[in-house]
């Protein structure tokens, strides 16, 4: 059954290479229930390992009650999201800038695509509230060691799509993964609505 939806999916489909600023789309079916429907930004990608966020996941906490500074340039809804079971303690921070912002007269932004960014959460948030559209807070990451991912994307696990500014900071009523499904080439589409669990079809 794990290959029933890779073969449907993916051995017709162009193979990317992961890359900061790309994003994991988890194929449906995905073995893994944590990571079932789920999108995910890479923000590092070597030969040592990569790691990104999974940008589906909002908890229940309030940016407020955990990291009130960042309230201001957060985007909503201004809720603490799950980045992936490591390290939960840390907090991660993505950025969508404002059009025009060059990012290299920004130190605190590390560019990833056009417009997002992965923020130093040492720096002042005031500093940034001219350069972002909105930003959001993620506790914990995501994290592959050396070759585990690009295993993963053979088994068709996941595939890599590029990402859009706008999908750091859906909103809430906003299916993520259905919308990024949605705009890939077919059959992927067809997709978008497959349940995380399949008992709900």
Not at 183 to 197: E, G, K, V, Y
């Amino acid at each position: 059954m794990p290959n029933f939806y890779a073969d449907r999916l993916f051995n017709a489909l162009e193979r990317n290479d992961p890359a900061p600023g790309m994003l994991l789309v988890a194929a449906p079916g995905m073995f893994s229930p944590e990571f079932a429907r789920s999108v995910v930004l890479i923000i590092e990608h070597s030969d040592r390992m990569t790691f990104g966020v999974n940008l589906t996941a909002r908890s229940e906490l309030a940016v407020y009650n955990v990291m009130p500074d960042w309230l201001p340039v957060t985007a909503k809804p201004q809720a603490l999201y799950i980045g992936g079971p490591v390290n939960q303690q840390s907090v991660v921070g993505l950025a969508v800038t404002k059009t025009g912002v060059d990012m290299n007269d920004a130190p605190q932004l590390n560019r990833l695509a056009n417009r997002l960014a992965h923020v130093d959460l040492r720096a002042d948030p005031e500093s940034l509230a001219e350069l972002v559209d909105g930003m959001r807070l993620f506790a914990g990451y995501a994290e592959w060691a050396p070759g585990q991912l690009h295993e993963e994307i053979e088994n068709g696990d996941w595939f890599l799509a590029p990402a859009l500014p706008h999908d750091v900071i859906a909103p809430a009523a906003q299916d993520l993964y259905g919308d990024v499904m949605r705009r890939q080439q077919m059959p992927l589409p067809l997709f978008s609505t497959f349940p995380a669990d399949t008992m709900d079809n």
